[in-house]
């Protein structure tokens, strides 16, 4: 019905969108950033304005810290760290010029490397290629907080382009109800969720769930926020399995897993979900003429909010373990 | 899996919820007090430490306000003035004693009245029949705007009883995420999420899609908040629909709707959902033990929430409008 | 030579200090609890000022976070979060009591309970059994951060007790410098160094040389710090082996370990190191008279500072996830 | 188990250090730039990528400021400030010159002179003899405030070469904590700890306790830096002793003295110590591959830092006492 | 002349000033602080409105750091340590309750200790006894620097008292062109001297020409400050030298030494001065009205400076190694 | 002492000034230049390296300021502008040369003319009779502004010369502390303080103190900047006193005056002090090599400063009326 009346008033604003349902080439960076501006460039083809990756994408998810202990993990740690992503660096180039190439934004998920510490980071590339913005996942999950370092309040962003106001936030990030509250503040209208392929990881205690988690949390996110929501996740593919060594352990992991989805502002599912081995470009027209009546129901920063009882402080600061003195 | 651990290490905490998928006697707040003291009754043979009822079940929802002008709804807003709830009065007595009697807590939806205003009310009893608090509604949603006043900061409580930290919210203010989060950060334990039901009125606008949003919510709440969340709905019966005049307009209204589950902290479906016209009071053990396992995940409020990056700040004033010069 | 000197100029001020190299009743808080209040009736027999336990002694370091897989890990973190301590409460009372009794301060280390989240913590009881202070561990070290949250800047005390100036650190925390400097500027004089036995966990990383990281880093801070160390740590016993499930995997953990000594300003040993499985009270007296030679060559916070090239800046506010609106 | 890791995984990054435990041809500059420009073709033909020289080597370390009264070392002072080097001079061309030729990067020990005031200070050559940086001594320790001015916060720099990120201290300087942190926060992979043959100086009130002291010092620093050092000091030689007029004064001053060693960021020596009278070029292969599995435990400067609750400020101006006005 | 042109227009200002040329009883605080008392008292009765001691009066001068090695004088400094002066402390309280008796203000030379460091110290007290400023020496003189921290910038004051503008500087400051410059821009009218006894120590490099140069310095700075200048100095006392254990050691120190007196501020001595062993409370009525002949000729401040030339840049922040985050 | 020392480690560099007592033919540039030429003559035979002649030598002081009212002074101003040196021209070429015969270098006082404006200069010649600087004093004194335009901060040079850095100053100047800070930090060695006959000038107010004025400030200047002054003041001669027909005027100006010495970095002196009409040439050899044993106690502008507190602002430009435009 919304979508009746917002074309009879003729204020429809489309933009296609398109989610990777796609596995890495597993600790393989290069090989890795051939594959998105490959798959960057096939969204280009299909049309779509945003392409979307999963979380840490760029060199593949640690699937080792559910499955292995801390020190049989170590090599693997040396791995990644040597295949993570700085930026900006060739790799980062590399999705540049093929989001400029398929004239698309593109919103990568990887490992980033900055000094000795990795950071689980979501890219933005506009589509001429420049990088855009940053978000540093806050607060690693559980056994993630052996391999990620934490971000700050300082990229806590909603980029304001011309396709509309995007963000985004990663996994376990969405149970941190004031962190997305703090995008809700700033008018999001397209909202990236990127996850990874846990519901395959079945030595992982909540490899059961994952997915209604996952959904749950973006359905629930689009309804509080009046957003669109892109949920992305990644497969678990047959090379990384090998790579772990755990060819011949499903209770381990097996391939497949993710649940990737298009949500409106209303909390329906309007594209997916995809689930399963097989990789996928999900695209989807979403319309952002039909946040209007969301924010006519629930404006959670607007008048659906009660700023006399609650204001959420944010320190928005970089935060420095050294500074010159002023 | 986790229940096998839990009951493995014999630290089971078990508490009985009945969750009253059931309808008012419309617009009659003696005869719907009745109905409510029978099934506390009810419950309190079938084990349960605690009753709830859904969003003012006293005396039951204006649904005329998605279905009349505002004209035509005046005189069922006096109806319902008339029989609205003072607290204390004759009928929360009345409850109370049920409780003791059953020897359960309960937590009734209840349209409040104070001098001139009517509130959305939730109110807890404890099972000696003791009024424990009170949350009113801080922001009625669209057209309830119509009926209701706001609540304020000063019943924003989570109780602590015997049987776990128990607190709840009503309807929209779900999708509030600050609201949602003020009852997070004080150890939340048993949810209650109570709602009207909306997916019955069909010249809603939200009716298709409300038991979805309700759904995700309570099951986003659950996971964000390691929480239990008892939802609960009523169905919108006959002789409502015969009040509001709508017999023969199922365009505006139908019997039914609803939808009542349990939901555990790590967002899976334990009980329910049970949905539509018949009333059902769904029973049900949960076990407060499984929450060390979400804790273990998810502590928003503790190991996994940034206090450096966000604190909300809440104020908890009684909102005067007159008070003593100081 | 120093100590000649002191004693000519009889300046002397003797503390005697215990430090208990003691394992746990293994994941069983009240019966560590009678353990530890034993080994203070002990120590005060000695005459001991001063009774220092190792990092979480109460109930015992989870030492399967670096031997088993997350998944595996969860039944040992119920009973963990079961078994610890919540401040105050009857195990800290008991504490307390043991302490008065045998007239000395205690320092204990122990997993500590608040809301959903366990942190590892130092509690500190002056001798008539008040508690004094309290310090979190500010940042958990690899694997640990999946079971320990974070403390934060408001409990980075020097406590200023007749004793003499006493602070503590725990583990890995003597690898952040800013943090043994926030204590040097407050101008400790007997530090506190808790650690793990985890040179007996043959399957950490850093077993084979965590004793010697400790052993420098004590004396490394003693020197630089102007202060006393008491190093303090617990072996493995058996009953945690067992418990663990490993009694036949010694690949994974062994008993022994532990490197507890008392260190003076200068860097010198000057009790033990007591090692190994055998439990030992060490019991030492220390003269803070001689912290004046220290301060002579090196006063860190004093006349071998450069504030005019460095300042610390310190937020020692209590990080908050909710405060109330001014 | 971490080198074969390392192995595995082929990312080994090899460097050859030699650490130069040799005494200068006391109060001679001209006599010890000709004995340094041997070392360094000796380490050149040894294959050092990076050669090492103690403390003020050039022209050695101002013994008599412990045993003898400060007008009894006037005319010592009188010839260290006349032997003390300018830079750039022709002292330092020639060690250029024969870093050049040996086609290896040194650290040279210096007493530098600038107008009326020595500074204690480390000189950096690349291999093609430039002088990338120096760095002097911030704080003078007890009685060498007699002979030395104070560096300041302009030169604390760790330099990026191709070997790797090198810095480096100067004695008393390790027990400055926030002076090491300056270092860590920039990345420092290989860290020079120069020192004085005082182990030797019977008459230093810290003599006995010297080498231990400084072993203390540099291996915490590799760990909490998770950084190589070399640590490298000056024996006493006949011809000091003989110049000081001590030939007779065991209780004063000996031959010998000195420790050096080579640390890896485990904290554990991988070449030496080699102490004592005889001299020696320690030569050492260091693998900068190793580092990654020190900073999976602790980056100090990363996911180990609580930026939230410290952040060090620097002032790095140097410090004028005349400007031109702007 | 002046003073009669001063008579003559009537604009007289008199304070009488009294310089206590005295000994300590070495290293003994509480003695010191009696005989000081007494000597106030003294200066009361003589209707002295300001009295002035020397440099680290209470509890004495060093004199070991010229005339012993380090080692030699460890315990002297641990002696010095003990008995110096807390700010505030009972010590403080002793001398301004004495001013507050005698009426007079008092500067008092003192070894100030605060945390590990002492600090070279000028305290000020009004005559009510109240500490009304503070001067740490800035930077200590050669082997000083082995006893005394250095001040900072933020007690660079001149006192605004109803006896006039008072301020002063320690010994080796009055060389430190920049820092008496600090006092001259404040209007500076009578300035303390205080220097210790170094004539009498024959082992100081210095010790021949010391009161020639402190009289230069002084007369100087009278001309340069058109300010009055009391020079106060301590004479070496037979106590200090057998505590040093030199009674028969003429070639290290004798008793005697030290040159007190009164300067005008066109550099004529008008009190003293007064030498040697002998003590004495050298009283003297300063009159402030001949100020203004000076400023006549050199305004140094004023109508004779070139601020288009030069501008010395003050930094009088205090020094802090540790400050809260803001 | 320190000669002996520096004697013994043979580090002397011997430098033979000549400081010139003498008086000009007053008001009488070529009488005056061929005076000097003669006595540059003379100094040169007494191995002079360095001659130095008083402030103003040509053509003379205008003592008229001092002992005449302005209007009556006017003619004998016409006549000191007539007879002014202008920077090149004869008279400046014939002292070059006679420098060059001596082979010496040469200091000049003179009343510099530059338009319709006087300076106040000292000019400084080398041994090839090369004018190697200048510098017009800054600000004159009292009533010599009515004689004198003002210098500017572009000729506060230090001369590096083969026999040293030399400067000076010029009067009144000395009370200047910045302005004698501003050769300090340039590392003078050689310290030329040129000065009038003020003493023999009864009317002036501060003829009895100034001999003592200009000694304080001489002997303070040579121990703040650690450099050697040398000191040169003008007598008051018959013509002088005549030309001015105050033949019969003792009460206004008497012949002889002045203060002329050589003063060492200790601040004693070294030659002289030569005072009254007799002229004299005052010749001394000075030792640079004792200057560094004055660094070692106080390098104002090295290790005795404290540029973190003080920093010295100074316009070095030349003041001009008038620029292009840029």
Redesign the interface.
């Known amino acids: ?2 979508k009746e009346i917002v074309k009879n008033i003729d204020k429809t604003k489309i933009v296609r969108v398109a989610a990777a349902h796609v596995a890495p080439i597993y600790l393989d960076r290069e090989a890795t950033v051939k594959k998105a501006c490959g798959l960057i460039a096939d969204a280009g083809q299909s049309g779509a304005n945003l392409v979307v990756f999963p979380e840490v994408f760029m060199p593949g998810y640690p699937y080792w ?7 049989e993990g ?2 693997y ?3 990644l ?2 295949n993570a992503v700085e930026v900006p660096s060739a790799a980062t180039e590399a999705i540049g010029k093929a989001a400029k190439q398929a004239g698309t934004y593109v919103v990568m998920g990887m490992t980033e490397r ?5 950071y689980n980071t979501l890219l933005y590339f506009d589509n001429t290629g420049m990088i855009i913005g940053r978000h540093r996942k ?2 690693p ?3 993630e ?2 391999v ?3 971000g ?2 300082s990229d ?1 962003e909603v980029f304001d382009t011309p396709l509309g106001k995007i963000s985004g936030l990663i996994c ?1 990030e969405h ?8 995008l ?1 503040t700033q008018g999001e209208q397209i909202h990236i969720a990127a996850w990874p392929g846990i519901s395959a990881v079945t ?4 490899c ?2 994952f997915n ?2 996952a ?3 973006c ?2 996110h689009a ?2 926020a009046q957003s669109f929501v892109v949920c992305v996740m990644t497969p678990v593919a047959q090379d990384s399995i090998d790579k772990l060594g755990f060819a011949d352990r499903p209770d381990m992991i097996t391939t497949g897993g993710g649940w990737t989805a298009v949500i409106a502002p ?3 599912i309007i594209a997916g979900p995809h689930t399963g081995a097989e990789e996928k470009l999900l695209v989807c027209d979403i319309d952002l003429g039909e946040i209007v ?1 969301a924010k ?3 404006d ?1 920063a607007g008048h ?3 700023p ?8 928005r600061e970089k ?8």
């Open positions: 019905m919304d810290i559910w499955t292995k202990t801390t020190r170590m090599p740690f040396a791995e760290y040597e900055e000094g000795g510490t990795l806050l607060m999950t559980m056994s907080r052996v990620w370092g934490r700050d309040g806590l376990g149970t941190m109800d004031l962190t997305r509250y703090a809700i030595n992982d205690p909540n059961e769930i209604q988690v959904e749950c949390a359905r629930h309804v509080a209303n909390g329906q009546f006519f129901s629930y959670s659906y909010s009660r006399d009882v609650f204001t959420l402080h944010i320190n935060q420095r373990i050294v500074e010159d003195k002023a």
